[in-house]
């Protein structure tokens, strides 16, 4: 019973994850409160992200490109002479690197896996991840000495960085250094809360 | 460090009620993960809301209008001739009509105050209501008969309801009826969580 | 592992409704720092409690009871020559009684159900309820015109409220007035977010 | 106007930590629908626990002792010549030692500080703290040659583990080697829900 233009807009909220009709509504009907101008604004950054993003042709991180779409792109962290080429770290997504990046301890290069995969671990799933593209990546580059697998330490993270590691062992030169992050209390971690493997993990590295 | 277009996006996103950095970054990156198709009907979407919608000039429910923006437009409740013209049912705002025709039980008429006076009682925002609009509809209608307050059960829609009702009293003939929603247990309650003041409502309102 | 009088103690705490383990031992350690005195004031309330209460034997309240066990005996309201004896309250629990108190606008007598058949409705349940009591109850008492079925407004409640209006029907005479609490908008419900069934009521019961 | 033994029982039950009235009234009448043997128990559990409950004299673990109070008593761990007398665990509380326990891999001794100081960091809160038998108890022995403080990563533990390292500095030979728990990804950890710090202890900690 309402108007089209706002069931539309409600429809269109109602797709992005994890939101319900009625929140979906409640964005629609503050946007319609908006001027003119600021709607058209948010149309327009929709638009833009619908043209002018592309992904970096090396690591995949996402980019912004405005031009032609047939070339090869390359992101800053990849063409940046200051980065450190002999190591590689790889994450499952964009906010990812962001996360890396922002620790400030980090000045290697990325390899951006792509979340299509990590839900759940079917093989197709897994082909649609960049690893073979990784591979390709690392064997054409002599520099590369060591690989960060930095999945989530959740079980699909974990699955899958045991997959990684698998892979890489059976593809590339033994004196490839492969690790992964280290384990033990996250800032907050209350011993008679933490769960006994990363407890014993923290001790294991104690220091 | 986030590419622009991402990061407009996520800027747009995180003007919604409600939604933080975290979920705005969320929902930017599902969208530039769906296909141009889909981010044009988003884009679509958004600008037919800010094109093609009016409110009726009766009852200032939003209504869609695709043409001229000058003349008087009526919504389909105002237009019907099947409706009860001797009732008129205050509503703060427009998903409140929903809820009220949700219940099949009305088939009176609507008079919709609007969002943007109701979070703080100051005469401003008092101001900002369709209030005189309201008692020049009720004094030019010989038909009304009846005017149910339909706010809220919180302090603010008692605060604005009590306000309404002197309004009222004070510019309407006598013979106009003022009447509230019944107060009572809601579906849920249960009697050991009840406030005094609902249960003592739902005693003298037992029947 | 730990020792056995906090083990102990752990698993009684771990009885109490929705106490799960980890509460159990919160509450177990912050008693083993009490003081002597404290632990000992702790388990003389629970054999207080265990030896000094009783039920009315006409309402089926909880009383407090020092003497000997097998006298019948009254609550206070049931005494008391001041409160209206031509109505009865039927509620499941004593803390329902204390809401219902607590409103200052009842005067009238109680009848407590008793909770052990409301949470599945089978026969044997049911049962368990001080059902026939109040049947007696009423059919010995000329003074008696009203009857208030106030259950709560839960699946649960309602259910139970049709049963017992059903059999008070078939076994009170006809002049016996029977009511529930009203029905309607609770303190703080929102338009918006009420189900159809409550809004509805609210509607018929506005005033 | 509860009656008192219930309103006792509930008064008790208040004082236990995070339960409020509404969960203390819970708690209560459940008890009270107990046969009065299970109350009997509970009773009893409170008053053994006030009663047959004492500290190890060494690492300050609570631990049951049945006889006269005035010996000096060690507990299951301290005694156990299996242990590993060369390495010392320094925790919060008892629940602590059994989550180092849980995970099977430390087989040295303990040292429970208390809780009583560990909320809030001032002088005669740490005063009370287990710090002055720690450093008596490390320099008597010969054996010790590693301290691990395992407090939790929350910002007091912190700060307590800081201040016990420096007075550990400050009192011990310097061959006495003082660690802490590793720092990393807990068990769950998505990486671009991480805290800087954690992240930045994960990538330096890698392997």
């Given at each position: 019973?309402?108007?089209?233009?706002?069931?539309?807009?409600?429809?269109?909220?109602?797709?992005?994850?994890?939101?319900?009709?009625r929140q979906a509504a409640r964005f629609a009907f503050y946007l319609i409160k908006q001027s003119k101008l600021n709607?058209?604004?948010?149309?327009?950054a929709i638009i833009d992200a619908s043209k002018n993003?592309?992904?970096?042709?090396?690591?995949?991180?996402?980019?912004?490109c405005q031009n032609?779409?047939?070339?090869?792109?390359?992101?800053?962290?990849?063409k940046n002479p200051q980065r450190d080429k002999s190591i590689i770290c790889i994450v499952e997504k964009d906010t990812d690197v962001e996360a890396v990046e922002n620790t400030g301890r980090y000045n290697g290069l990325y390899h951006v896996l792509g979340e299509s995969g990590l839900k759940e671990?079917?093989?197709?799933?897994?082909?649609?991840?960049?690893?073979?593209d990784l591979i390709k990546r690392i064997k054409n580059?002599?520099?590369i000495k060591e690989i960060i697998i930095a999945t989530s330490a959740t079980t699909e993270g974990d699955t899958l960085a045991l997959y990684i590691a698998q892979l890489l062992k059976k593809n590339l030169p033994?004196?490839?250094q492969i690790t992964r992050l280290g384990r033990g209390l996250s800032t907050g971690s209350e011993l008679e809360y933490m769960d006994e493997e990363t407890l014993?993990?923290?001790?294991?590295?104690?220091k």
């Amino acid at each position: 019973m309402l108007p089209k233009p706002i069931q539309n807009l409600i429809d269109q909220f109602t797709k992005l994850p994890s939101v319900g009709p009625r929140q979906a509504a409640r964005f629609a009907f503050y946007l319609i409160k908006q001027s003119k101008l600021n709607l058209d604004d948010f149309a327009k950054a929709i638009i833009d992200a619908s043209k002018n993003l592309n992904q970096c042709s090396l690591c995949f991180r996402i980019i912004e490109c405005q031009n032609d779409k047939k070339n090869k792109y390359l992101c800053s962290i990849c063409k940046n002479p200051q980065r450190d080429k002999s190591i590689i770290c790889i994450v499952e997504k964009d906010t990812d690197v962001e996360a890396v990046e922002n620790t400030g301890r980090y000045n290697g290069l990325y390899h951006v896996l792509g979340e299509s995969g990590l839900k759940e671990f079917s093989k197709p799933n897994i082909e649609n991840l960049h690893l073979k593209d990784l591979i390709k990546r690392i064997k054409n580059s002599h520099e590369i000495k060591e690989i960060i697998i930095a999945t989530s330490a959740t079980t699909e993270g974990d699955t899958l960085a045991l997959y990684i590691a698998q892979l890489l062992k059976k593809n590339l030169p033994a004196n490839k250094q492969i690790t992964r992050l280290g384990r033990g209390l996250s800032t907050g971690s209350e011993l008679e809360y933490m769960d006994e493997e990363t407890l014993s993990q923290a001790l294991l590295g104690r220091k």
